[in-house]
T-cell receptor, first 115, second 113 residues
């Protein structure tokens, strides 16, 4: 079974804190993604990575950075947390390309609250 | 600019009836389409997909239809069951876009027992 594991289910952080969200996948997928989900806005892509040390901005990268030092691990960093970053964060991974067997597999999500 | 749109935020259906969830897209380069199901406080799970070379794909109670000329796809669930109550997201991907998946805003399906 494909497993994408996010380090925390729930987090509460203070405004201005630096926040690390960790994600690990065990399927040897080339691609990894970070999304946030907000009511009425669906899933919005923050950053993605198609290889170790490679990263690409998604639709809403402002206020975030990422790190991929190993193929199986993709970290999302909130440099200085703000209340508008309160959200559900979802990590996903997939094989490269499009078409059958390239669907993304998601972790269980991290509900982050910034107070 | 939303390239994948789900215009119905919610849908209620009686148990045993058909649920039809709709999705429209604007990018003619999309060649692979997916549906995901999401329960509250969980990550989305992959449900079914279709390649642009097909117009229908079926998996048990779930069937996805693709109308390329209309840039429209739909998910049919027959018969609907209370456990199908969840938020459904459609997604699409295109070659040479860095393997991004573009998601719609979701439709919340409620199946009434």
């Amino acid at each position: 079974d494909v497993k994408v594991t996010q380090s925390s289910r729930y987090l509460v952080k203070r405004t201005g804190e630096k926040v690390f969200l960790e994600c690990v996948q065990d399927m040897d997928h080339e691609n990894m993604f970070w999304y946030r989900q907000d009511p009425g806005l669906g899933l919005r892509l923050i950053y993605f990575s198609y290889d170790v040390k490679m990263k690409e901005k998604g639709d809403i990268p402002e206020g975030y950075s990422v790190s991929r030092e190993k193929k199986e691990r993709f970290s999302l960093i909130l440099e200085s947390a703000s209340t508008n970053q309160t959200s559900m964060y979802l990590c996903a991974s997939s094989f490269e390309g499009t078409g059958m067997n390239t669907e993304a597999f998601f972790g269980q999500g991290t509900r982050l609250t910034v107070v | 600019d939303q390239q994948v749109k789900q215009n119905s935020p919610s849908l209620s259906v009686q148990e045993g009836r058909i649920s039809i969830l709709n999705c429209d897209y604007t990018n003619s380069m999309f060649d692979y389409f997916l549906w995901y199901k999401k329960y509250p406080a969980e990550g989305p799970t992959f449900l079914i997909s279709i390649s642009s070379i097909k117009d229908k794909n079926e998996d048990g109670r779930f069937t996805v239809f693709l109308n390329k000329s209309a840039k429209h796809l739909s998910l049919h669930i027959v018969p609907s069951q209370p456990g199908d109550s969840a938020v459904y997201f459609c997604a699409a991907s295109a070659p040479n876009t860095g393997n991004q998946f573009y998601f719609g805003t979701g439709t919340s399906l409620t199946v009434i027992p």
